[in-house]
């Protein structure tokens, strides 16, 4: 039983271009939830996703950062005109989402480096 | 808003010491509290949780108590061991929110032989 996958594990760009980090839940998972850890400090939350629909994207940055958790196919992160203060770690958690405060399933995180 | 305060780190002990890392928080109502773990490289484990008030959660021989009084959850452990060297994270969810978990910065922990 496959955890919660996310890849590319370790991610360079350049200042400028775009990165996209995918997730995908654990089966039977239909919420994802984003998270963003800057060098020695905690998880910030990012954005709730259902199936088609974002529910709370109040930890987004206003520009340059979208996600998207298509019918098909595994959530999407995705960073436009990446600068030097993108680099963290990113991490996807999953959960089945019935019932209230169902622990979060976290995958192994994307390391994001910006040159 | 919600928030967790945890214990700074770093934190040294030798091994079979006993640990506590403190947790308190504060948010409206009562929150399901939880504490992850974090290994080096890795993502975030779910270590225990406690839903409601002075329910203990316990697993591979960590405890917390939810005290509502002191709005705290405290990690405790009566003997640790090296491969318990990792980073610890306090968290919650708010009752009735959307599942988002709002985390404490982190409590590094190093036991030594």
């Known amino acids: 039983n496959a955890g919660v996958m996310q890849n590319p594990r370790h991610l360079v760009r350049r200042r400028g271009q775009e990165a996209r980090l995918r997730c995908s839940p654990m089966?039977?998972?239909?919420?994802v939830y984003w998270y963003r850890q800057l060098p020695e400090e905690g998880l910030k939350f990012m954005v709730y996703?259902?199936?088609?629909?974002?529910?709370?994207e109040s930890g987004m940055p206003k520009e340059r950062f979208s996600a998207e958790f298509p019918k098909e196919g595994p959530s999407i992160l995705r960073i436009q005109q990446v600068v030097r203060g993108d680099s963290a770690a990113y991490f996807c958690?999953?959960?089945?989402?019935?019932?209230?405060?169902?622990?979060?399933?976290f995958g192994d995180g994307t390391r994001l480096s910006i040159l | 808003g919600d928030s967790v305060t945890q214990m700074e780190g770093p934190v040294t002990l030798s091994e079979e010491a006993f640990l506590t890392i403190n947790c308190t928080y504060t948010a409206t109502g009562y929150p399901s509290l939880f504490w992850y773990v974090q290994y080096p490289g890795e993502g975030l484990q779910l270590l225990l949780k406690?839903?409601?008030?002075?329910d203990k959660g316990s697993n591979k021989g960590f405890e917390a108590t939810y005290r509502k009084e002191t709005t705290s959850f405290h990690l405790e452990k009566g003997s640790v061991q090296v491969s318990d060297s990792a980073v610890y994270f306090c968290a919650l969810i708010p009752k009735g929110g959307n599942e988002k978990l709002t985390f404490g910065t982190g409590t590094r922990l190093t036991i030594i032989p």
């Open positions: 958690a999953s959960s089945r989402g019935e019932l209230d405060n169902q622990p979060q399933h």
């Open positions: 089966k039977g998972h239909s919420h």
């Open positions: 406690a839903t409601k008030a002075d």
């Open positions: 996703l259902q199936k088609e629909n974002i529910i709370d």
